[in-house]
RNA sequence: GGCCCCGUCGUCUAGCGGUUAGGACAUUACCCUUUCACGGUAGAGAUCAUGGGUUCGAAUCCCAUCGGGGUCACCA
């Protein structure tokens, strides 16, 4: 199967698996279904300081429930296992040392010190680009003698390629196939990589090229944000002599506001255990993503024919795909329009479908909601109110207040007001460090501590603030599951309702 | 800031030298309905970012400008 076409999503288990992933994955899938090729999964986590524990369970458990499975990975092998990078480090070794060994790469001692001072004189300098590049380089002329010294003295070093700098004005060039264009960079515009980190894991750059080639991927889909280093990645595998992959670089889900900045967890929901705790069918959720990257081809067709081109199952979209129709601009997400094409797949299910979709979903909204679960319980008075009435506000895009709710802290709604401005100031803050209930917990009491606040008053606001209502579910276990960016998002519109709340009080 | 990418209704998009610029979501009105929702019908909504070219003719080709995004880590 020389001419197989072998496509691979490898994402990083740092924190709750993104929609992005699954965004990129369902194209590669979609991409090798078509062409009767394989789809894999790698696991990327060289980075031992981000990773964290459950991340990779659950991106394989929110890629399976969406349906996006895969022929070769770290769960079900294949046959150029092991597909999960931290478990290749002595390959990638391998490889540095024969980048070393051809002269196309060198030992580099500086520290991180020296580093940042090498980049603030570079800034001062008002430098085009600021980096580690050759006429900067320090340590890419080592002798010999001198390198031995230092590796006696046990300095740690990484090891960077060595791009080359005899014509420093020539081109790097790649096609995208997503943009039906070449796109380059200048030598000169690159500086020397690091390959091998200190701690003796290799970045991205190494790793990921290094795997792609051993593992015989032919097409390399994936963000927009790493057409800037492909030419890196040329490099690479030039100074290997390897073949290089087809690129096709898709556009970046963006945030739905005026600047369509890149979609981030600080402003939306992006886990995808947020999506299907929220009751979202992976049918529906695949869709509309496909439908944010990709448009079907309507040659030929009538308006009426068109007009129910937009929703499809990725059955049929593994049978007609054609990556030329990925599209190039980047996509705000629109989660009115997700909640419009969950609509219709729900109404097309059978009683039993729904039902059946309808447990497994409270099941796992149970599993999302953690300790929380056991509270839901003591709420739930009578099985006719639904869990979903508890539940609803950790779902909820806009809150839409109502007064009566806050007059129960029973502060005025200025003294609430100026409550939740100093909440959500210490809550930016410290948004790294809140995490956990009882980090929230210290974090409230502080702030009522260091600024008079009346305790009660400051506990119902955030309560109504964030569920929108004086009774729900206990409130620093809400605040940690909700996670703190969403609340600074309430926060924000909690304020401005108060302020409308106020002003109405005084006419 | 340097470099790179992108730019059609509010949003997702079709279009690839000649179209009344089409569809979807949202939105408005009406119909259906004892309510709501679904469904149906109709409507509003895009001088195709702007300005120059090329051409008999440009959303479609070229250039410039502007706007947005990405990237400049021992993160991926």
Redesign the pocket.
Known sequence: MENEVRVRI?P?PTGEPHVGTAYIALFNRAFAKSHNGKFILRI?D??QT?YTENSEKAIFESLRWLGLDWDEGPDIGGPYAPYRQSERTEIYRKYAQELLDKGLAYKCF???EE?AEM?TRQEKEKR?????FASDSPCRNLTPEQIKEKEEQGI?Y?IRLKVPDDDPDALITFFDHT?K?E???KYS?IDDQ?LL???G?P??HLANVVDDHLMGITHVMRG??????TPKHILLYKAFGWKVPEFYHL??L?N?DK????ISKRKNPVSLRWFRAAGYTPEALLNFLA???Y?R??EGKT?EE??A??IFTMDELDKEFDPA?I??????F?Y??LD?IN??YT?RMSIDEFVKYQSERTAYLMKYLGVLAEEVKTRFRRFDKEVNSITDFFFRMKMNYNSKEFKKAKISFEEAGKVLKAVKKVFKDNATKLNTPEEFRECLANIVEKNGFDNRGLHMTVRVAVAGVGESLPLYESLALLGVYRCITRFDEAISALEKFAKEETK
């Not at 085009?128 to 580690?132: C, D, L, T």
């Not at 927009?224 to 280093?229: G, L, T």
């Not at 600047?259 to 890149?262: D, G, I, L, R």
């Open positions: 490898a990083s990327e060289t980075d981000r500086c520290t991180k580093l980049r085009p680009a600021v980096g580690y740690p990484v943009r264009k796109i380059s960079r515009e690091v980190k200190a701690d894991f970045t991205y927009e944000e790493w057409i800037v280093s556009s970046l963006r739905p600047n369509k900045s890149k439908l944010m990257g448009s081809n309507t308006k068109i007009s081109m937009d129709r599209s190039t601009s980047g996509p705000a629109d009115e329009k419009s609509n219709t109404e």
